[in-house]
């Protein structure tokens, strides 16, 4: 068995994230609550180009028949993509103890590198409403 060595090369990653958030709370006298928040994020991370050395030496032809091209090794790794969400929220006291509440929420995630995990991107709905007990 022939051990025909290796080579190795170093590369460095960035990555790059932006983040937005924004809230506002209304509380009224008569016992209504309102919210409103939303956020976006940004992000994106890559690996710099892999650059290999070149081989000096003389290889066999099962070696040089292999396909060692390397680039675009470096963009597999790709990250760019975009979260945002929106939330509404009302708080109704009935009593000192006991409140109706209704929560609306849209979250959305747009992937622009969708082949390391396969296509992630979608939006949807959450709405909620119930009651809260303090005691």
């Known amino acids: 068995m022939k051990h025909y060595g290796s080579l190795f090369a170093e590369t460095e990653y960035s990555s790059k994230s932006h983040n937005l958030q924004a809230g506002v709370l209304f509380n009224s006298e008569k016992g209504l ?30 070696i040089a028949a292999s396909d060692y091209d390397y680039s675009a090794v470096n963009q597999y790794s790709d990250i760019s993509y975009e979260w945002f969400t929106l939330s509404f929220g009302l708080e109704y006291k009935l009593s000192r103890q006991v409140s109706l509440t209704a929560d609306a929420n849209y979250y959305d995630l747009t992937d622009d590198q969708p082949y390391v995990y396969g296509a992630e991107s979608g939006s949807f709905y959450v709405i909620r409403t119930g009651f809260r007990i303090s005691y």
Not at 33 to 59: C, H, R, W
């Open 33 to 62: 609550n309102l919210s409103l928040q939303g956020s976006y994020l940004k992000s994106e991370a890559s690996f710099d180009p892999i650059l290999m050395p070149q081989v000096d030496t003389l290889v066999t032809n099962d």
